[in-house]
């Protein structure tokens, strides 16, 4: 069975404090590792696809890499409006499995 | 270019009734999957469409159905509510089944009560 897990839970950052967040996953046949952002009662922005171990991409302050285990979003120099659940999910057959998320709060 | 749009956005229903929810996909796309997502988790898979047909199923029971259009547009229904039902639903559209990069919706937020 798919497995995704976030950490922390909740994290809680200083304006301009870089950070990691972390997706470890098990899965049978990977097609694809997504990173979406969430805000309160919206739907899931679409930030990232890595296919490949060894894989990064970037989009202003934030960065995504992939090993063969686990995922991480790194978070340069974070602003109040970085403030959102950040969701993984791994691509397997036709779904998408989720983790829990990491809910991020920055403060000014 | 128009995004992933839902409606209604919000909805309040009572234990054993039926629900419709709608979901108009991205222009381009031809898949479109439903996800239910309770309050503090992830999304979880519900069913996909491709083609008007079902295309993959989660650990959903049967009152959970759907349908998709030849334009491309989509409804999840639920019947006989429960209370555990109550979440926010979310439609993705992609441009092809398997799990290329899926666009979502602003979700329909279901009460059950």
């Known amino acids: 069975e798919d497995q995704v897990t976030q950490s922390p839970e909740a994290l809680r950052l200083q304006e301009g404090e870089s950070s990691s967040l972390n997706c470890s996953y098990t899965?049978?046949?990977?097609?694809?590792l997504f990173w979406y952002r969430q805000d309160p009662g919206k739907g899931p922005e679409f930030l990232f696809t890595?296919?490949?171990a060894g894989e990064e991409k970037e989009k202003e302050r934030l960065k995504a890499t992939l090993t063969k285990k686990e995922s991480f979003l790194h978070i340069t120099a974070p602003k109040p409006e970085d403030s959102a659940t950040y969701l993984c999910?791994?691509?397997?057959?036709?779904?998408?499995?989720f983790g829990g998320g990491t809910r991020l709060m920055v403060k000014p | 270019e128009t995004g992933v749009t839902q409606s209604p956005t919000h909805l309040i229903k009572t234990r054993g009734q039926q629900v419709t929810l709608r979901c108009s996909s991205q222009?381009?796309?031809?898949?479109v999957s439903w996800y239910q997502q309770a309050l503090g988790q992830g999304p979880q898979f519900i069913f996909q469409?491709?083609?008007?047909?079902?295309?993959g199923r989660g650990n959903f029971p049967p009152r959970f159905s759907g349908l998709q259009f030849p334009n491309y547009s989509s409804e999840l229904n639920v019947n006989a509510l429960e209370l555990d039902d109550s979440a926010l639903y979310l439609c993705?559209?992609?441009?092809?089944?398997?799990?290329?990069?899926?666009?979502f919706g602003q979700g329909t937020r279901l009460t059950v009560v």
């Open positions: 993705a559209s992609s441009q092809r089944t398997g799990t290329s990069e899926a666009f």
């Open positions: 899965v049978s046949g990977l097609r694809g």
């Open positions: 890595l296919y490949s």
């Open positions: 999910a791994v691509g397997a057959g036709n779904m998408l499995t």
């Open positions: 222009s381009g796309h031809n898949t």
């Open positions: 469409y491709y083609r008007e047909e079902e295309n």
